[in-house]
């Protein structure tokens, strides 16, 4: 491009036309003698100088105008320290379906629980301090403890946290001190993807509470999702907020993954749409059983576990 752009000479220079005569003269620096000297360009049209390519002129304009963006939004570091780590055990409950099980038997009580590990993850306070502090404050206050993983999609993530008052049925009741969100509304706190398996994000597009419950003024999201791989779900990007990630038991992630879940038949599928367009507040009660794991996976416990020192890096065990 400049070596195109050195033989033509752009349209702002100083020009003057003599009279009788094809040439056009660039106007150099006076010399001593206060005298000016006409230099010939090459046989160049003045005419031609505005009849140049338009795709010629929106090159060279582009090339001379040309930024840096290097320091753009979307090319800057985001800062993904980790200053809280917190852990999660999942167990699966077998008598969970039995007829013999108690009636409103909590499921942080099964008598049965089969443990499947335990998971840690490192949350990012920096750069989402108030979704980091709910989160660590509903698992510190034990909220989580007989939280069922309600809903698996193979091969993409699964969900905890459905929010209610029904314990029996996994549900969570938000523990009280809980912040109002604003981030659920800054674009800033959508800017990490769903890039990798174990990838822990707040639960809004996703999210399966009740429309009653979202309508209470106190209400506080605190359903979340953990991606399993093996790829990235970009479907997610953009209406969940990624706050963490796992930094131990990604095996856990995939054994849960790895349950068959419910699939409801074409004709039910039909159905349901049909139900929903008229209305039917049934269907989407009906719906809510899609997906969901054969096994009962809850989480048995949680907490907090001390970071001694914040880094970007995933901290070792204490």
Not at 55 to 80: G, Q, R
Not at 92 to 106: H, I, K, M, N, T
Not at 189 to 214: M, V, W, Y
Not at 258 to 268: L, N, V
Request: hydrophobic share 35%; with cysteine; proline share 8%.
């Amino acid at each position: 491009m400049r070596a195109a752009s050195s033989t033509v000479y752009p349209v702002y220079l100083s020009l003057y036309h003599q009279p009788n005569s094809h040439h056009a003269c660039f106007r150099p620096r006076a010399n001593h003698d206060n005298t000016h000297k006409c230099t010939k360009s090459p046989k160049i049209l003045r005419r031609s100088l505005f009849s140049l390519p338009a795709s010629f002129l929106l090159l060279h304009t582009s090339s001379s105008l040309a930024v840096d963006d290097t320091n753009t939004p979307s090319t800057l570091t985001i800062d993904t320290t980790i200053t809280d780590r917190i852990f999660m055990d999942f167990s699966v409950c077998p008598s969970y379906f039995r007829s013999d099980r108690s009636l409103g038997a909590e499921l942080s009580s099964c008598p049965d629980s089969e443990p499947l590990g335990r998971v840690v993850f490192g949350l990012y306070g920096r750069l989402l301090p108030v979704t980091t502090a709910n989160f660590k404050a509903t698992c510190t206050a034990a909220a989580y403890r007989g939280t069922l993983v309600h809903k698996l999609l193979q091969g993409q993530f699964f969900a905890a946290g459905r929010q209610g008052s029904r314990h029996d049925k996994g549900e969570v009741e938000p523990p009280s001190g809980l912040v109002r969100n604003s981030e659920t509304v800054n674009p800033k706190a959508f800017e990490l993807r769903h890039a990798r398996p174990g990838t822990l994000s707040l639960c809004l597009g996703q999210n399966d509470d009740d429309d009653d419950i979202k309508l209470n003024p106190n209400y506080h999201n605190v359903e979340f999702l953990i991606t399993t791989g093996p790829g990235p779900c970009p479907e997610l990007d953009g209406q969940n907020i990624v706050f963490g990630t796992v930094l131990e038991g990604m095996d856990v992630i995939t054994s849960i993954a790895t349950i068959p879940t419910y699939k409801p038949a074409e004709r039910i599928r039909l159905f349901n749409d049909f139900a929903q367009l008229i209305g039917d507040e049934r269907a989407q009660t009906a719906r809510a059983m899609w997906d969901r794991p054969l096994k009962t996976v809850y989480i048995s416990d949680c907490g907090e576990l001390k970071v001694t020192k914040q880094s970007l890096s995933p901290p070792s065990l204490p």
